[in-house]
């Protein structure tokens, strides 16, 4: 069974900085793109970034190109995503998603998720 657990969340100033974990288990994820997603209350699920598991290729969405950093640790099966410059309206849930093959920006296309972790940022 594949797990997701997002953590890292939290209370942070603009301008400040989180970074967020995702370590996935439950298959080999070689073949698989991992993503993160985030949805403020009363919006849709939006597409943040993804990263193909194999050659760490990288993909986000113009929100946060420049901001937001993904990175992957193979050893420990683990999604990072590390976000500067935070801006009030980056406060939403972020979800981490898997998907097999390349990297897709509509949630439907992805298999698995994680329950999210909550992001503030205050100004």
């Known amino acids: 069974q594949v797990q997701l657990v997002e953590s890292g969340g939290g209370v942070v100033q603009a301008g400040g900085s989180l970074r967020l974990s995702c370590p996935a288990s439950g298959r080999t994820f070689s073949t698989y793109t991992m993503g993160w997603f985030r949805q403020a209350p009363g919006k849709e699920r939006e597409f943040v970034a993804g990263?193909?598991?194999?050659?760490?290729?990288?993909y986000y969405a113009d929100s946060v190109r420049g901001r937001f950093t993904l990175s992957r640790d193979n050893a420990k099966n683990t999604v990072y995503l590390q976000m500067n410059s935070l801006k009030p309206e980056d406060t939403a849930v972020y979800y981490c998603?898997?998907?097999?093959?390349?990297?897709?920006?509509?949630?439907?296309?992805?298999?698995?998720w994680g329950q999210g972790t909550q992001v503030t940022v205050s100004s």
């Open positions: 990263i193909r598991w194999t050659g760490g290729t990288t």
């Open positions: 998603a898997a998907r097999r093959g390349t990297i897709a920006t509509m949630t439907s296309e992805y298999e698995y």
